[in-house]
Structures are given as structure tokens and as C-alpha cells.
């Protein structure tokens, strides 16, 4: 039977362990008539076709068997069932044989509402929780080692263990952050910020003054008042020569900038490109600067045009040619800053951290009551509750210990180390009542509701406000959740979600240290790699923002350029360094939607090519939430094309898979993924637009395994949008999964389903799904272990 259903491939059911609820035949259903014909021919008990024997199993009764039911649906939903070349029903009776599935998995759901135990902040939260109670910004990375993924994401619970060297860390951490944020800053530490070394400097840097290029701009926490010393370092010329600076160009001069005012200004040719300058940093730059947060720049004024105005163009990546070309010339380039201090410290007379930390400014006799008020106000907000007596006479007692030896701010200080070193802050832990019964349900507080809020939408602690209503018992409350959920949502602290959940979900983070072939892909640059990750944040971002349909991730006819992206794909008229939206018209037509974005095609990519079949398996798990058939433990390596024989010159990728793939084990896996991956042939390994691939045309055309017609990312695109109720499924199952910090399983499939029927009637709006999940028994309840008590 011919389908008018565009299926994206066959995947087989992994081979498991099979609960047999009944071994009688099934009764005579519409359902069972179905799964009989279009099923059962493959997965019986004489085939045993990948361990799966459908004519065992009742789908009228699939409670006994719903984690083998739900794998069926999923591949079902997914298009992946049945296979190639065999009969298929027609999308209404597909659609009717799902939803009879579907209806009768969610009548037959057990509950499943397991606690998540003891919940670790992880290095990203620990950040943010930094930021939000004391105003500072720390880089995470220098004190605590790098947190564990599973299921797509780092804050699962379960895998966020305590090692002896994150004790260590959090131990060190605490210490230094609460002399940072008080100003108790008695030795001067050294601050290195480099540039990579791949990144071009040959135009204007966003954050810098315009009439400037290239350069750095940083966001430097300087932790007490006083002098600090500024030395600036070039990119030398590396093995071409060690001893001098990159860049022909001369008389180029150099600016030392703090919050948009000139500190110094280098001399390049004298003072940087030259002698020891170029190894040991340019003469010390002294420079007086009150504690907290600025901005420290350093950048050329563009005062020259070549060589952009040089009709001989070389690479966008501008450091790529070291060795120079005759008759041409580049622009220096900086390398490194170092900032050190302070020197002869003042301490810190007003900063943001101290405003937020000293709610309160004592008379000399009253001391005690202004610290017991501060310290009360930041346990509040890190614990995340409210602060019991015991809570504060501990307190008390460390900022007495600092007060005999020193201030009151020595005193205020060693009680922030003490709150910042405690578990009650540094872990979310959730009371299970003493009296319940195990396997019993119930519903965890609203204190603990503010957190599981907070660090879902945040990724951080609540907030006063969020806190206030937790405490007064009416967070509970539906209304009073919901608005919330949009105050949250509209907040600026929800773009942690987005960069958070989308760098993790769509692998973005997995572009900071992605490194294309430099031989082949030469304009390839530091510029270009942040762009790309930006342009999908923000295109996410718009999403959630402007509380759009999820589903126009897939189709959407707009994203965010600027100059050096929009020169990526072709797109004229976008100038600067500065991101906006631009509509895109049907010239870039493929460029719509997450297909059509650089970032996705260039990490499903290999450094040196691109992959359709990493593309193929990238697009299937991301998109419809299947994976296909591991690889068998010994698979030949494609051929190198410029030693391999072929009709008409290099073989293309496309060529090259054709070769791979004649043979078993290689076929049957590579017809499932490859249609896809060739549908995306014409974006190259870092996402531009190409008509060849070396001496070949692209053939971005295929047949999917159902029969259906594709050609190009257009196609690709058209039947992600038939398949859109399973993007919208998978989507808000890994939403789930991170706001809940634990796997899902077959068990929270009908949790899943209710909260996207819920969504439907407003187009699946992203605050639809948001709302779903946190008015969810699964966000709100708990179940009650065996063996646990309210500890």
C-alpha cells in the first residue's frame, strides 16, 4: 500500500528483555488488526525480528508491556516503522493506530514520580547563584573541575557526585569569593585574558569604540579599590619567527581603554612589536580603579584602510598566513592582556557586591544587630528558606571569630565563607514525610517548589519575590504559579535557560572547541565559530521571548546575522559586528528554520568533510527522537578521494558513501541516514553554500526508505514539519528531562503527551510547554522510597 506520509527511515527495535503480559493471541481489535498486518509479518515469535514479538502482546490491554508499547510508538511517531519496501497504512489510519496506542498506554499509566535525591549545584549554577546573591561574577572553571553529562545534560541529579576535589574547590571557592565580595583584598593576583589564536582582528570589535578594530573586551571584576598594572602582549609570528610581533603594517597605535575611557596609548611599533615587548608584555600601565565590575578594553584605532581595501583579498581568518605574501601586508595583532593588583589596596568603599551584602551600616554600639540582619538576608536567599534561630546563632558565631581579629566586615566576611561553604547551599534537597508510607505520593513544599522554579527557568536561586510567596504558602496556588512562570519567563535571567538548555539539546557548546582542517576551510575563524553559536541562541531566544510556536524552530523565515555570518552565507546588506534580525527571503530560503543554521551543520560535521551520516544521525535524534542502529564493532573507514579511482576525477562525499555502502553490514544502517545527510550536501563542513563538491556536482537529492522524494535542505525541511507532534514531543520530553534533573522513562510518556495535548489549542507555544510541566503531578510531587524518612 502506498503511503502519502513522508517516513524518514527505518530504525530496528533494539534488542531487550520483553515483558509478556499475555501469551494468548490478542483479541480481534481495529488496533490488533493493524499491528497484525503491518506489524506482526516481521516481529513474531518465529522471526524474532531484533528481539520483538509483537503477536505475544495485547496493544488493547498494554499496561503489562508499556515499555515495549511506547518503543512502538515512538518509532511509529517518528515515521521509522515499517521498514522499506513493506506495506504501510495511510496517514489517517497511521494517525488512528497511534492514537488508539496512545489512549490506551494513558489509561493503563502507573504512577512514576520518583524524588531526585540530593541535587548538587552544578558549575553553571554555581555561578549564576553567585551572581544573584552577592553581584559578582566569577569564572567558574577556576575553582571547580567540569561537571558530568548524562541523558543530554549536566544537571542530573545522579551524576552529580561529590569528589574529594570539589569538597576542595567549594572549600577554596568560598574563601576567596567572600574576600573578593567584601574587599579584603591584601595581595595583588594576576589575571590573564587571551585571544584566541585563531580569532581575526581586522575589523571593529562589538563593545569597543567605534572608529577601532580588533582588539579585546572584557568584563574584569576588580576586587578592591586601588592600583593595578595593565601589560599588553602581541600575537608573534610563531615558527616564522618567535622573536617578532604579527603584522607588517606599522605606525599602527594601540588603546588601553576602562569603561570607555583612555588609560594609555601604545606606541605599537615602539612599545609592542619589538624587542622583549613582544615576549614580555609591553611597560607596566599604571592605573588607579575602584573595586567591582568594569569594562577593560584594548584596540587599534583604525586610522589605516590597508590592507582591507587591498584588491589582493586574503583569508577572513586574517592570523592564517604568518609567513606573509609577497607585496602584502597585515594588520598587528594583540594577543594577550594581564591585569594585576591591586597594589596598595584601599579596600572596597562601595561595589555591587558590597551594596548587595551590607543591607545595613551599624553605629558603633549596635553592631550585632546589623550583623545579625546581613547575615539573616544572605542565608535567606542561599539557602533558599527561611532562616531558623539555629541557622543564625551559627552564623553568629563565625562572624564573632572574624570580628575579634579584625572589622566588622571581617566578622561579615567570615559568616559569607561559612554560608557559602554549606550544604544547604550548595545542594537542593527535598524533605520526604516520616509517617507516609513508601510508594505513597506527595507534595513537596513550596519552598521546595521555588527552587525546582527557579533553577528550571534560571538556573539559579530564587529570587525575593519567588521566595516571599514560597514563604507565605501561595505558590501553590494555579494562578499564582502561572504568573510566575511568565514573570520568569520574561525576565533577562531566562536566557540561562536558552543558552543552558539549547548549547546542551543542539550540542552548541560542542563549537567552542571545534576545529575545521585550517588547510581546507581557511577562513574559518574564532569570529565566525562565536557567531554561529550566537546566531542559534538567539534564534532560540526568540522562541521563549516572544513565546512563539515551538514548531517554528523547524520553518521559521527569519534569524540573526551580523557582518562576518552574513558574509558566511551570502546574505548582502548586514554591516557590523552587531546582531539583528533579518528576514530571509527566498533567495536564502535554506537558510530557514535550525536546518539552515551553520552551527548544526558544522558540528554533525568531520573537521576535514562533512558527514552525511553524522548529519543523518544528528538531524534523527534532534528532530524526531530516535536514534539509529548502533554500528556493528568493526566498520572500514572511508577511502582517502585523492588516492581513490573514480569516473570523472575526486569522488565526491556523496560518491564516496555509494562505494562504502554497497556491502553489508554498511547498507542496511546507511539507508536509513545517509537520504538525509545528502539532503544537507550542499552546505559544506562549516555550513556554506556550495553547487560542487571538488570536482562533482551536488546531488542533494533521495529517497527516504518509505518512498518519499527529497531534494535538499528544502525537502529535508518540508517532512521535519509532517513529522512537527513528534518535534513537539521530543522537544518538551528534553525540557522535562532538565527541569526535572533526571532521565525520563516509558513511565513519563503519558505525563509527556498530556502536557503537549494541553499545548495544542495555542499553536504549542513555548509557555505552553513551560506551564505544562510545572503544573505537572511530576514537577509538584513526589513518591516516597523505600527505606527513606524525612532526613
Not at 717 to 736: C, G, I, N
Amino acid at each position: 500500500m502506498k503511503t502519502s506520509l513522508p517516513v524518514i527511515g527505518f530504525v530496528a527495535m533494539a534488542a531487550a528483555p520483553i515483558l509478556c503480559g499475555q501469551t494468548s493471541a490478542p483479541k480481534a481489535t481495529p488496533t490488533a488488526a493493524a499491528i497484525k498486518q503491518y506489524c506482526v509479518v516481521c516481529h513474531n515469535q518465529s522471526l524474532k525480528t531484533a528481539g520483538l514479538m509483537l503477536d505475544k502482546l495485547d496493544p488493547a490491554h498494554p499496561g503489562p508491556d508499556a515499555a515495549t508499547w511506547e518503543k512502538v510508538v515512538r518509532k511509529l511517531r517518528a515515521g521509522m516503522m515499517p521498514p522499506a519496501g513493506m506495506p504501510r497504512p495511510d496517514r489517517a489510519a497511521t494517525e488512528t493506530l497511534i492514537a488508539s496506542l496512545e489512549n490506551e498506554l494513558d489509561r493503563a499509566a502507573v504512577t512514576h514520580l520518583p524524588p531526585p535525591g540530593l541535587h548538587r549545584l552544578n558549575r553553571t549554577e554555581y555561578a549564576n547563584a553567585i551572581h544573584d546573591l552577592l553581584a559578582l561574577d566569577i569564572d567558574p572553571t577556576k575553582f571547580l573541575p567540569a561537571d558530568d553529562s548524562t541523558r543530554g545534560f549536566d544537571n542530573i541529579a545522579g551524576a552529580l557526585a561529590l569528589s574529594p576535589a570539589l569538597l576542595e574547590g567549594y572549600t577554596a571557592a568560598a574563601g576567596k569569593i567572600s574576600r573578593v565580595a567584601i574587599g579584603d583584598v591584601t595581595e595583588a593576583g594576576l589575571t590573564t585574558y587571551r585571544v584566541p589564536a585563531d580569532s581575526s582582528q581586522d575589523y571593529y570589535l562589538e563593545g569597543l569604540p567605534f572608529g577601532t578594530r580588533g582588539g579585546l573586551v572584557v568584563q574584569h571584576e576588580f576586587p578592591a579599590d586601588g592600583d593595578y598594572v595593565f601589560k599588553a602582549f602581541p600575537i608573534n609570528k610563531g615558527l616564522m619567527d618567535n622573536n617578532t610581533a604579527f603584522g607588517e603594517i606599522t605606525g599602527e597605535k594601540l588603546e588601553l581603554l576602562v569603561d570607555g575611557e583612555r588609560v594609555h596609548l601604545y606606541e605599537w611599533d615602539r612599545d609592542v612589536a619589538r624587542g622583549n615587548a613582544v615576549h614580555s608584555g609591553t611597560a607596566d600601565v599604571h592605573f588607579s580603579v575602584k573595586a567591582g565590575l568594569h569594562t577593560v578594553g584594548i584596540t587599534f584605532l583604525a586610522t589605516q584602510l590597508a590592507p582591507g581595501n587591498d584588491l589582493n583579498e586574503h583569508f577572513l581568518r586574517s592570523t592564517i598566513e604568518t609567513g606573509g605574501l609577497p607585496g602584502y601586508k597585515f594588520y598587528p595583532h594583540v594577543g594577550k592582556l594581564e591585569i594585576l593588583g591591586p597594589f596598595k589596596p584601599a579596600g572596597a568603599t562601595d561595589s555591587a557586591s558590597r551594596r548587595k551584602i551590607f543591607v545595613c551600616h551599624p553605629a558603633p554600639a549596635k553592631e550585632d544587630v546589623c550583623a545579625r540582619v546581613i547575615v539573616n538576608t544572605l542565608a535567606r536567599q542561599a539557602y533558599r528558606r527561611p532562616v531558623t534561630e539555629q541557622d543564625t546563632a551559627v552564623l553568629m558565631d563565625f562572624y564573632q571569630q572574624g570580628r575579634k581579629g579584625g572589622s566588622f566586615d571581617s566578622g561579615v566576611e567570615m559568616a559569607l565563607q561559612r554560608i557559602l561553604a554549606d550544604p544547604e547551599f550548595l545542594f537542593r534537597k527535598e524533605a520526604q514525610p516520616a509517617s507516609l508510607a513508601a510508594g505513597k505520593t506527595y507534595r513537596i513544599n513550596d519552598l521546595e517548589l521555588a527552587s525546582r522554579l527557579s533553577f528550571f527557568l534560571w538556573s539559579s536561586v530564587p529570587d525575593d519575590q519567588l521566595l516571599t510567596l514560597a514563604g507565605a504558602n501561595k505558590l501553590h496556588d494555579p494562578a499564582v504559579l502561572e504568573q510566575q512562570v511568565r514573570r520568569m519567563l520574561a525576565d533577562e535571567r531566562a536566557d540561562r535557560m536558552v543558552v543552558n538548555f539549547a548549547g546542551q539539546w543542539l550540542n552548541l557548546r560542542a563549537l567552542q572547541n571545534w576545529a575545521p582542517t585550517t588547510a581546507i576551510f581557511p577562513d574559518f575563524d574564532d569570529n565566525l565559530r562565536l557567531a554561529m553559536r550566537k546566531e542559534t541562541e538567539l534564534f532560540v531566544g526568540s522562541i521563549v521571548h516572544e513565546d512563539r510556536s515551538i514548531v517554528d524552530l523547524l520553518n521559521a523565515d527569519y534569524t540573526f546575522l551580523n557582518e562576518r555570518l552574513a558574509k558566511h552565507y551570502g546574505i548582502p546588506n548586514v554591516y557590523g559586528s552587531n546582531f539583528r534580525r533579518v528576514t530571509l527571503t527566498p533567495e536564502f530560503d535554506m537558510r530557514r528554520g535550525l536546518l539552515g543554521q551553520a552551527s548544526l551543520q558544522t558540528i554533525s560535521s568531520q573537521p576535514q568533510r562533512t558527514s552525511p551520516v553524522g548529519r543523518g544521525k544528528t538531524i534523527m535524534q534532534i528532530f524526531l527522537g530516535v536514534s539509529p542502529p548502533d554500528p556493528p564493532p568493526v566498520v572500514p573507514q572511508l577511502k582517502d578521494p585523492e588516492t581513490t579511482v573514480h569516473a570523472g576525477g575526486t569522488p565526491s562525499m556523496r560518491q564516496q558513501m555509494e562505494m562504502h555502502r554497497k556491502v553489508e553490514p554498511c547498507a542496511s544502517c546507511h539507508k536509513i541516514m545517509d537520504p538525509i545527510g545528502f539532503s544537507m550536501e550542499n552546505f559544506d563542513a562549516i555550513g556554506k553554500w556550495r553547487t560542487h563538491d571538488g570536482d562533482a556536482l551536488i546531488d542533494a537529492t533521495g529517497v527516504l526508505v518509505d518512498g518519499t522524494k527529497l531534494n535538499g535542505v528544502t525537502g529535508m525541511r518540508q517532512a521535519l514539519v509532517q513529522y512537527s507532534p513528534q518535534f513537539v514531543r521530543v522537544v518538551t520530553e528534553k525540557l522535562l528531562i532538565y527541569a526535572l534533573g533526571r532521565g525520563t522513562e516509558y513511565t513519563d510518556m503519558p505525563l509527556i503527551r498530556s502536557v503537549v495535548h494541553a499545548a495544542e489549542p495555542t499553536g504549542n507555544r513555548f509557555s505552553s510547554l513551560i506551564l505544562g510541566i510545572v503544573k505537572s503531578d511530576a514537577f509538584q510531587m513526589n513518591q516516597k522510597l523505600q527505606g527513606t524518612s524525612d532526613q
